[in-house]
């Protein structure tokens, strides 16, 4: 990884850690050989900056996806809320403008590979057609609904030899949330998809077949 970038990536608010930033850009190198790389969950940029600089060596673009009004436990009262991101106009979290100003940090060429998408997830997901897509690194809502409701909308969309990545990644409760490690269970049962990479809380899996 390019040690400026990285040491921008290691300043920006967010919930990737390196050891596993590192991984999402050495897998992202496989993602952008076959096509363009789709984030759910951008925040401020974090690990967008990981895939970005992966996806300018294949000219490819990183196409991110946020309502960037957080997800529940970034809200007041919760665990992860960052006050310094509310909008006080609005009276909510609003992630974007800190989003767009790393990107600026970032410098042209990173900002120029990446494509920002403000909405949600399963809506956006309606815009591409299936088999298309390089590499999907879902980081999005950690409910049951949410990553239940990403996997379906986004994995029929990856093409055939794809990769899939998953975040926060916990088979034992004790680390963390179930969600996002039930859809890795869901992916490898379907058969659709087998494991190929496991760093930390982050799972990789390529498209092997059809259905998922
Ligand atoms: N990848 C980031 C962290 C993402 S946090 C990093 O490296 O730091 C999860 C993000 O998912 C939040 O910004 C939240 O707004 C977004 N999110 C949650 N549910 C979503 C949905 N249904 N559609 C789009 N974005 C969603
Ligand atoms: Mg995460």
Redesign the pocket.
Known sequence: MDPELLEKARN?????PEDE?LALHAIAHHGAERGTIV??????????LYLADAARAHGRQVVT???????EE?QPGWEHHDPTLVDEQAGR?D?LPHLRRNLVDAGREIEATITVIV????Q?ATLFRPDTIGMV?I????SEE?AQ??YEAWAPLIKDNGLLAV?DVFPDPKDGGQPPWHVVERALKSGAFEQVGHVGSLRVLERVGPGH
């Open positions: 920006v608010n967010g919930f990737m930033g984030e759910i969950g951008t925040w401020c940029g974090k690990s967008t996806i946020d309502h960037h009004r957080g997800s970034n979290i992630t909405g949600r997830s399963k956006v690194f980081d999005g809502g950690h949410e409701g990403d975040h």
